[in-house]
């Protein structure tokens, strides 16, 4: 019986100053009046600059969270490639599954940083141009799954059959 007093009034004591001295806190004043504000700015879950706009994310996203929406102006990514659409995330919809992170051609082939991912795509600091330029060097299986991916948005209806 004294231990569990014990344990109930350093509980009283810990609380106590949690709540009157902030003491042991995690989340900074500036952070704490973001959040409370409704300033907090959602992290980049696309890499527009580094995106191909190949739409194999949408295509892979099984929520179908991932819309592909029409650029202001197209982008020529290289010679005959040029890029018109970009993946917007709709977080409500995605249930963090990474298929679409996993399927862009980016970390999929070359095995750089993906340009989508469900939390935060960080710095993607890429030449798109001069990567697409370098050959790659996977097996032609993988190669196979990946484009399906890339081009039939049908393929996990298919697969669930």
Known sequence: MKNLIRIFLEGIITNTRRILFASDR????ELRSKILEGRIVPTDKVAEVSCIGCGGCANACP???IEMVELPEPVKLMEGLVKDKIPVLDSLKCVNCYYCHDFCPLYALFGEAGT????DVGIVDLEIS????????ISEDKIAFIS????????LKKRKD
């Open 116 to 119: 989508i991912h469900p939390n």
């Open 26 to 29: 995690v989340t900074d004043m």
């Open 63 to 65: 929520t179908k969270a």
């Open 148 to 155: 399906q991916y890339l081009a039939d948005s049908t393929i």
């Open 130 to 137: 001069k990567l697409l330029d370098e050959p790659v060097k």
